[in-house]
């Protein structure tokens, strides 16, 4: 291994050590109380070696959206390419991959529609927003495509497939953030699955031909 390929290892070493500081920092104290060095404390580095990764505290809280939204990429992009699937099957199964997405990581889930709707992404580097917006354009144009071969198929409403995938996004979105509200009030009660499993339902019903 040469030292150019030691230091790039390390360097990637050192940003996912500051990006799993930040995590627990953002969980335990939210974005705004959070400091950059309450996450150079708990991450053992000074303030200093943080801004040499990350320019604010904002492109710290956008690239912990990177690691779901490759996730989410895969996970739609598995749903599109199960050729045996019926359309109403391959529906199913994208409201699948959606949970298994929000269990994946529920606070980076959440962080990451709540970034949607910020002031945040207007403080991100050029090359940080770019990877954000591509990931996110090409797993809506995954998800756009399942739609396209429902309806190519006669299966389907013949709707503008491009905002089908919106208002399956904003459904996701919008429930998941609704009750995660609702457990700040009683961490008790958790009513995700089955809420999104009606919504599902509700929306599939009206796409379906009758």
Do not use: C
């Not at 090359?127 to 756009?144: D, F, M, Q």
């Not at 491009?162 to 919008?174: K, P, Q, T």
């Not at 499993?197 to 031909?209: P, V």
Request: avoid cysteine.
């Amino acid at each position: 291994m040469g030292i150019q390929e030691r230091k790039e290892r390390e360097r990637e070493r050192r940003k996912q050590q500051i990006i799993v500081a930040a995590k627990r920092v953002f969980s335990e104290k939210g974005f705004t109380k959070a400091t950059m060095e309450d996450i150079a404390k708990e991450a053992e580095l000074s303030p200093g070696t943080l801004y040499l990764y990350f320019k604010n505290k904002e492109e710290l809280y956008a690239s912990l959206t990177l690691r779901i939204l490759q996730y989410l990429y895969i996970r739609v992009e598995h749903v599109s390419n199960e050729k045996d699937l019926e359309p109403e099957q391959k529906l199913n199964s994208l409201a699948d991959a959606m949970f298994d997405v929000y269990e994946f990581d529920p606070l980076i889930v959440i962080n990451m529609f709540q970034l949607q709707s910020s002031e945040t992404l207007k403080h991100l580097s050029d090359e940080l927003l770019a990877e954000i917006t591509e990931l996110s354009r090409k797993a809506l144009a995954v998800i756009r495509s399942i739609f396209e071969d429902g309806i190519q198929k006669g299966v389907f409403q013949a709707y503008n497939p491009v905002v089908l995938a919106d208002i399956f996004w904003s459904l996701f979105s919008g429930v998941v953030l609704w009750e995660e509200s609702k457990r700040i009030v009683n961490k008790d009660k958790d009513f995700l699955k089955p809420t999104l499993e009606i919504a599902f339902e509700i929306f599939n019903g009206g796409l379906r031909k009758s």
